[in-house]
């Protein structure tokens, strides 16, 4: 009875406990730190780089004159909710304020400034093309610029920053080169991994979408990128949890209730289970400051397998015995199940992956719980003389028989070890598109709009870093010239760099000091007019601009945050732990092994190349290793357990090898099933083997009577089958790791079930 | 500095002159004195229908730009093509060689002088758009996109006729006041155009004898 009372006294704290619980949505809270400089920059421009906050948009389904209107009204209406940084549709991305800015600042971004912009030969030679300028079919655009601008530094800044690439467009707005579709590109404030407001940010562009696009019948909106994908993940996940969960429930339920026809051994069984969920929310909550909502929708289809112990009590109840009793009886059997599930589970806790460490943890707390409830408080709340009805006894001395084709172990292996090594499919997975969450035709959809906006995903970058902002400036322009080269040599296509936008205080110091003083500039001036048809005192706005030039303070980051200008370098330059990087993208690249070879041979140490996709295959792969490691590691300290616990390695080697066998037979079969081993199938593995020990142990009790080891086996079968149905709900989850992990738990159980019955060591005393 | 200003002294007759000479000419054009509302005969839709060329057809032109910037208009010489529907091209040839091929959307611009060779969008320079629909539309015999994009007013006769077209939307308004077409009978021989600025050029047809 204390027991019971102190039970009821933690349950109620516990209550309470969960209730200031905090239940994190971001899936950014799920991402690996990475293991190297490169991989922890590449997660970070991940996390919260400008391309993660891109939305591309399509509007489609009218025709082009009726698309750019509503592409117009839909981007000033974007443009106005102040959600957005940038709104981009093809018509002038500029504020006058913002070009007049950058007008200002033509003497210090212009690149193409050195010691002749000045002289009488070469101001001659840029007025001269003034002339024919003006009297050309563009002079209307350059007109204007003339007086204040006779050299065409603005001009030359904007050709070199124009972009190479660019989506086709009809009436000044971006379309589809069939015009078909209108193009939009957003990049929103808050981060593509904060779900919750990108999730705002969608809406409010729908909602604006439906305003604009009034009652033209057939006009669509079509969103794509990270935050889109991210909130729809979020649904997919949403609905899983809720669907699984209920799905699992409903299943076990059924199940359990065929099995003994009871419902007191039911509740009885939810004890365990909620104390468990109840518990691993709290352990996870205190250890990672937060749970994370797909933690805990799946740590509770996970928790379904501790539901065995309880079964396991049952199994053996016969109304002869207390449940104390029985309990204390079969504890030490049981005890080893629970540390061998135990290890298996800490394959999950110890991967590095947060996500799966939330699991883990969250799995190996709980289970511990509930292994505890089971013991120590359940046998009390058990009705005394209770014991469960067990209607389908014939179908376990069926089992009990399949001993005698104990050669079918063998066979299987053999015949899965041809099967993995005859396959032309790699054993592993090396894509890390596989273990995204984003369905395929999604990734294509974003693939196809990217190209079409002409800002193709980038696969190569190439870091510069420095210990402050103006040091990595430097450096990027003492690339640049080497970088040119790569063009040159059609190595890449082409490349772009922060540098060229705000360069260095020290380049905006040189191209400073290269301006004239007025005189020298009004003489040069007057020499290089002599005979050119432009009017007395034009130019006069040129000499002021000059000699305003010539005090001008620096451009500076912060003046242009928040300008399209802005964007482009605050996506480019940025600070991470005290570094200053500059991420240059290339673009086109035609041999990589060149590109690799280049860069090393420029020496410097402060420049790497990074290839993108490779990188995060091999973040992958270490992930993968790991997972690799530690299934050596669980199964080691699972055998020396077993050779402890069970007196000699023989016997343990026993009730090993039928588990071995089923994960190698898994193995190849989920291989021949056209999928390829991730590390979250290593896993599972694992948990495989955890699981299956725990079959093995009680397979291979000694029981008193044939009646005992019936219902032990009895039990065992409903363990595994309940296992197995949990499993197989995740294992036709949409969502690929959750897939993985369902499929293999749920064909090794299977398996190790049926093996252990194959090779059982059958001591029974004949009564 | 003497010698600069004695040229401006020298140049600055000759400008007055070229300014006022078309306009004097004007006046004493018969066309000028059908101008003031004698249009009888003369149909809009008919006139630009019969415009319409079916064949590719050549023109050399001399183009005279004024602007308030200069201290003398500056000419251009070379020839103009117009392929229908949507293809002109306008080849300088003389004081220097430049080459501008517009078609639909896309237009070309080739310098070899200056090393330049650009593909760009015509509505990037909505200002050139303008003048170049204006001109497509007229020689190509479209009267319903004239009348939707300008304010159009035909004078004249069919033996000497102006068609004077002024944009309808504001935005293109601050950028072109109008663009004025001269012609005689099926033939165009000259455009003018102006901008609110007072600037403006006259781009003077003669027909190439094939």
């Known amino acids: 009875l204390t027991v019971i009372l102190v039970w009821s006294l933690i349950c109620v704290a516990g209550w309470f406990a969960a209730r200031h619980v905090t239940v994190h949505t971001d899936l950014i809270d799920l991402f690996p730190e990475g293991s190297t400089p490169a991989q922890r920059l590449l997660l970070t421009q991940l996390k919260t780089g400008a391309s993660g906050r891109l939305i591309l948009m399509k509007l489609e389904g009218a025709d082009a004159d009726r698309l750019a209107e509503i592409s117009k009204r839909l981007a000033a209406s974007m443009r106005q909710s102040g959600l957005f940084l940038y709104v981009g549709n093809g018509a002038e991305a500029w504020t006058e304020e913002q070009r007049e800015q950058l007008f200002r600042f033509r003497y210090l971004l212009s690149p193409d400034m050195h010691s002749e912009t000045f002289t009488p030969e070469h101001l001659r030679e840029a007025l001269e093309q003034r002339v024919d300028e003006l009297r050309s079919p563009l002079a209307s655009m350059v007109k204007k610029l003339v007086p204040s601008d006779p050299t065409g530094e603005f001009l030359k800044i904007q050709s070199a920053w124009a972009p190479e690439t660019g989506p086709a467009r009809y009436r000044g707005l971006w379309f589809s080169a069939d015009r078909r579709r209108a193009l939009l590109v957003a990049e929103t404030k808050a981060s593509g991994f904060d779900v919750a407001a990108q999730e705002h940010a969608q809406r409010q562009i729908r909602e604006a979408f439906l305003r604009t696009a009034g009652s033209t019948t057939g006009a669509n909106l079509v969103l794509a990128g990270p935050g889109v994908f991210a909130v729809e993940a979020k649904r997919t996940v949403q609905n899983e949890v809720w669907q699984l969960t209920v799905t699992t429930a409903v299943l076990v339920f059924t199940f359990l209730y065929l099995s003994y026809r009871s419902l007191t051994l039911f509740v009885l069984g939810m004890v365990p289970f909620a104390g468990a969920v109840l518990v691993g929310m709290i352990a996870v909550d205190w250890v990672f400051g937060f749970v994370h909502a797909i933690t805990l929708g799946f740590g509770v289809t996970l928790l379904g397998v501790v539901d065995d112990y309880p079964i396991h009590l049952f199994s053996h109840l016969s109304g002869e015995n207390s449940a104390v009793h029985v309990m204390r009886e079969i504890w030490p059997t049981m005890r080893l199940g629970i540390v061998a599930t135990a290890i298996g589970f800490s394959a999950l806790l110890l991967g590095g992956f947060p996500g799966l460490s939330q699991l883990g943890l969250f799995a190996i707390t709980g289970l511990l719980t509930a292994a505890a409830v089971t013991r120590w408080v359940l046998p009390l709340l058990v009705p005394a003389g209770f014991h469960p009805p067990r209607p389908w006894m014939g179908a376990v001395r069926w089992i009990d028989r399949l001993g005698r084709a104990r050669l079918a172990v063998p066979i299987a292996v053999t015949l899965a070890l041809v099967l993995v090594t005859g396959s032309d499919m790699p054993i592993w997975e090396h894509d890390i598109a596989s273990v995204s969450p984003i369905p395929a035709d999604k990734r294509m959809l974003d693939e196809t709009l990217r190209s079409e906006l002409g800002t193709p995903e980038v696969g190569d970058i190439i870091v510069i870093e420095g210990a402050n902002e103006e040091e990595v400036l430097r450096r990027s322009e003492d690339v640049t010239p080497a970088l040119d080269d790569l063009v040159t040599d059609q190595i890449i296509d082409g490349y772009d760099v922060a540098s060229r936008y705000l360069p260095s205080r020290r380049t905006q110091a040189a191209r400073r000091a290269i301006l004239p003083d007025e005189q020298i500039l009004q003489h040069n001036l007057q020499q290089a007019l002599k005979g050119l048809p432009f009017k007395a005192g034009l130019f006069r706005p040129f000499v002021e601009a000059v000699r305003e030039a010539k005090t001008q303070p620096f451009l500076q980051n912060q003046m242009i945050r928040g300008t ?88 343990a080697a026993r009730v090993m090898l039928p588990i071995g066998s089923a994960v190698i037979v898994a193995g190849a079969l989920i291989h021949s099933l056209g999928e390829r081993l991730s590390l979250f199938h290593l896993a599972s593995f694992l948990l495989v083997i955890g699981l299956g020990l725990d079959y093995a142990v009680f397979f291979n009790r000694t029981e008193r009577s044939r009646i005992e080891r019936e219902r032990t086996l009895y039990g065992l079968v409903v363990c595994s089958m309940t296992t197995i149905l949990v499993f197989a709900v995740l294992a036709v989850s949409q969502i690929t790791v959750l897939r993985a992990i369902g499929m293999t738990t749920a064909v090794g159980s299977t398996l190790c079930l049926l093996f252990v019955a194959l090779l059982s060591n059958r001591r029974v005393p004949e009564v | 500095m003497n010698i600069a200003m004695s040229t401006v002294g020298l140049v600055r007759p000759l400008t007055l002159l070229f300014f006022v000479l078309p306009k004097l000419f004007w006046a004493a054009s018969p066309l000028y004195a059908a101008a003031s509302g004698a249009t009888a005969g003369l149909n809009f839709d008919e006139l630009i229908s019969a415009l319409a060329k079916r064949n590719p057809e050549v023109a050399s032109f001399e183009e005279t730009t004024f602007s308030a910037m200069l201290t003398e208009p500056l000419k251009t010489r070379g020839q103009l093509k117009f392929t229908p529907p949507s293809r002109l091209e306008k080849h300088v040839t003389d004081p220097y060689e430049e080459r501008y091929v517009i078609d639909g959307d896309n237009l070309l611009f080739e310098s070899k002088r200056r090393r330049v060779n650009k593909n760009l969008s015509l509505d990037d320079y909505p200002a050139l758009r303008i003048f170049v629909e204006a001109l497509r539309s007229t020689l190509g015999g479209d009267p319903i996109t004239l009348k939707r994009f300008y304010r159009t007013t035909l004078e004249g006769e069919l033996r000497r006729w102006t068609l004077m077209l002024r944009p309808l939307d504001p935005a293109s308004q601050a950028l072109v006041e109008s663009v004025r077409v001269y012609g005689e009978g099926h033939r165009v021989t000259m455009i003018e155009t102006r901008t609110p600025d007072g600037d403006g050029s006259i781009l003077v047809l003669t027909k190439v004898v094939p």
């Open chain 1, 564 to 651: 399209p200008l802005g964007l482009k370098v605050d996506s480019m330059l940025f600070e991470r732990g005290g570094r200053w990087f500059v991420v240059v993208p290339l673009r086109g690249i035609s041999e990589r092994s060149r590109l690799a070879e280049r860069v090393t041979s420029w020496g410097k140490s402060f420049v790497s190349h990074l290839e993108l996709k490779e990188e995060s295959n091999r973040l992958l792969m270490v992930y993968r290793n790991e997972t690799l490691a530690l299934l050596g590691w669980g199964t080691l300290a699972i055998g020396s357990l077993l050779t402890v616990r069970l007196g000699s390695i023989m016997a």
